[in-house]
């Protein structure tokens, strides 16, 4: 199912990657056991299609931001719930121990189109050339993209700032 | 000068903080995937059966719109042994003593053994990786045996190492090899000295890149760039960066393999008078937040912005002490008579210079305006050979030396009678250093020049105090 050389290459890769990722991961989540999920579970897909991937390291990152993203929707509705059952219980019942939380929550804003590009360049620090391929656009599209997230973060940030 | 950086900027900028792995956790994911695979081979096989069945009833059409351009599913999906397509160039696995494919691996990846240690750089306090030569020549790669060329991480300031992939080129022999490596970020990182390879995937894959027969002695990166020294240089052996007559910065934004030429600092040479023909020598590069400055082989300072590719001026304005130039090259490509750094304050350079009963005078002057203009800050303890200078952010300056570290204690330019030094501990090592370098104010890294020592040292108290860290 899964030969000896495969393995070692799939293990040398974790080993490469998987600290950056989760650590990636974690300053888009709320804690470390989040992170170790979401960054388990990228690498668990991964190896499940091993060996029909070209580029292992970005297909990664792709799984990842839908993760997140998909953890963010998750930990919204029940923060609806949350609040939809209980008056006593604040507005935000997670702790966020992170400086990032409040432009984080900017991100979450973001329309997809602006978010995958946004967090695949300047979270994951692949190049615009990287992530025009990942996401299938051309260049010139996740650049203006980018220009746009950028736009709109400083806008919300200058707001809030005023 | 430099782009103006808000707080989208800064925080863009911050770097991501590795968070490691819960021990066991690769063979759990294994052991899962393992799961989901024979599970969608179930699903797959068990969709067969059905288009199978299904295609002895169905009317005609429907089977020509599968025969052309769809694959089906049963055939997609029964990969028991697939081949290992990944378009990753080859690179030889992390360490000499890898163990064999047969044997289910666990764990980090070991760093190989007898590493011997010729450049380290650090891309956060905790994270940092080194080059060097490790295994036994014969027994190194694959690909290559007489390879060895490797490398080790740490995730946790040196407290343990572990092997990563490494460029394949060996040790520095004239213009091949490479002995030198700085990272950008845990993403972007160079390996040099004399050939450039490049990585923009956390080291995992090592590119080379065409310097078209220069060799790369210095190379620095700062923000989103990289500058090198590229030079013409004939030196043989081990001493790549010996024989060097015609310099030139080169740049490329991280990210990409986009080496372009830096206007204004190009074809630099040394020559002892004009219309004679250049001597060797050797130059240097120090970058800041903000400005870059090269020690020039003839001893000039230019200086240029880093953000970008622009031009870089010679920033001298006032003469060159006498015997303060470059000189020839160390082994690692540093000049050895005269050295530049930068700290959080200014650039500071040491001019090494023979005295009374052979003892090295190392003569320290600073600039706070760029270089435009020196006030000398004394001089470095007499004891030993100099062979690297380091700037603190917070203004203090190290010399590494054949006989040990020296840390100043004040800051550089803040005091008239120049600086002072203290009592250094832990940093009494046969044959000294090679090479020190801070990464704060109170974390900094030392190579011992004796590599048989298979470690690097730290101090995590500004320089006081110096530790061993086993490359191990």
């Not at chain 2, 956060?124 to 694959?142: F, H, N, R």
């Not at chain 2, 880093?306 to 490509?333: F, V």
């Not at chain 2, 006030?375 to 010399?399: E, H, K, M, N, Y």
């Not at chain 2, 203290?422 to 109170?442: E, K, L, Q, R």
Request: aromatic share 8%; with cysteine.
């Amino acid at each position: 199912m899964f030969r000896a050389s495969d393995r070692v290459a799939a293990e040398e890769l974790f080993n490469a990657c998987y600290p950056r990722l989760a650590g990636w991961v974690r300053r888009l989540v709320d804690d470390d056991d989040t992170a170790h999920e979401i960054a388990s579970e990228a690498f668990t897909r991964l190896l499940a299609r091993w060996s029909s991937l070209d580029n292992p390291q970005s297909y990664l990152y792709m799984i990842a931001t839908n993760l997140v993203r998909d953890h963010w929707r998750k930990v919204g509705r029940e923060r609806r719930a949350l609040r939809a059952v209980s008056a006593t219980v604040p507005a935000d019942g997670v702790h966020h121990p992170a400086q990032d939380v409040e432009v984080r929550a900017l991100i979450q804003a973001l329309p997809d189109r602006l978010r995958r590009p946004f967090l695949l360049h300047y979270y994951g620090g692949f190049p615009v050339k990287d992530v025009a391929v990942m996401l299938g656009r051309p260049e010139g599209t996740v650049k203006a993209d980018l220009h746009h997230a950028r736009a709109r973060l400083r806008a919300v940030l200058g707001e809030a700032d005023g | 000068m430099d782009e103006p950086r808000d707080d989208v900027d800064i925080w863009l900028s911050e770097r991501v903080k590795p968070l490691l792995p819960h021990p066991g956790t690769f063979e759990r994911i294994r052991r899962r995937a393992r799961r989901r695979k024979l599970g969608q081979a179930a699903i797959a096989a068990g969709g067969a059966a059905v288009i199978v069945a299904a295609a002895l009833t169905v009317p005609p059409f429907i089977d020509s719109q599968l025969g052309r351009g769809q694959t089906p599913i049963a055939n997609s999906s029964t990969t028991a042994t697939p081949e290992h397509t990944h378009s990753r160039s080859p690179s030889p696995p992390p360490s000499s003593s890898s163990p064999p494919s047969n044997v289910t691996p666990s764990g980090p990846p070991p760093v190989p053994p007898n590493f011997a240690v010729s450049s380290v750089t650090f891309v956060s306090l905790t994270e940092g990786w080194v080059l060097g030569q490790a295994g036994t020549p014969g027994q190194c790669g694959p690909p290559n045996a007489f390879i060895c060329t490797s490398r080790a991480i740490t995730f946790n300031g040196g407290t343990s190492w572990q092997g990563g992939h490494a460029p394949v080129a060996g040790l520095p022999k004239g213009a091949s090899g490479v002995s030198q490596i700085r990272a950008l970020d845990g993403r972007n990182a160079w390996a040099f000295g004399p050939q450039l390879y490049a990585t923009h995937d956390t080291g995992y894959t090592w590119t080379p890149v065409n310097t078209n027969g220069m060799r790369v002695i210095d190379l620095e990166t700062v923000h989103h760039r990289a500058f090198a020294v590229w030079a013409r240089c004939t030196g043989t052996g081990a001493d790549f960066a010996a024989n060097c007559t015609g310099f030139s910065l080169y740049s490329t934004p991280a990210g990409r393999d986009q080496w372009a030429p830096v206007p204004g600092a190009t074809n630099l040479t040394m020559s002892q008078a004009a219309g004679l023909a250049p001597v060797p020598a050797s130059a240097q590069l120090a970058l800041t937040n903000t400005v870059g400055y090269l020690l020039a082989p003839n001893g000039d300072v230019y200086s240029g912005p880093i953000t970008t590719g622009g031009a870089w001026h010679l920033a001298t304005a006032q003469g060159i002490p006498a015997g303060c130039l470059p000189g020839r090259a160390q082994r690692d490509g540093v000049p050895s008579r005269a050295m530049l750094a930068t700290t959080g304050t200014g650039i500071v350079e040491l001019c090494a210079t023979t005295g009374t009963g052979g003892v090295q005078v190392k003569t320290l002057r600073y600039s706070a305006d760029g270089g435009r203009t020196w006030q000398p800050a004394g001089t470095a303890p007499p004891a030993g050979i100099a062979t690297s200078l380091s700037g603190t952010p917070d203004g203090r300056v190290l010399v590494a030396t054949t006989t040990g570290i020296d840390v100043s204690a004040n800051t550089a330019g803040s005091s008239p009678s120049g600086l002072s030094w203290i009592t250094v501990t832990g940093a009494s090592v046969p044959g000294g250093f090679s090479f020190v370098g801070m990464t704060s104010d109170t974390q900094g890294v030392a190579i011992p020049a004796n590599k048989a020592l298979h470690a690097v040292w730290f101090t995590y108290d500004g320089g006081k105090n110096w530790v061993e860290s086993p490359v191990r």
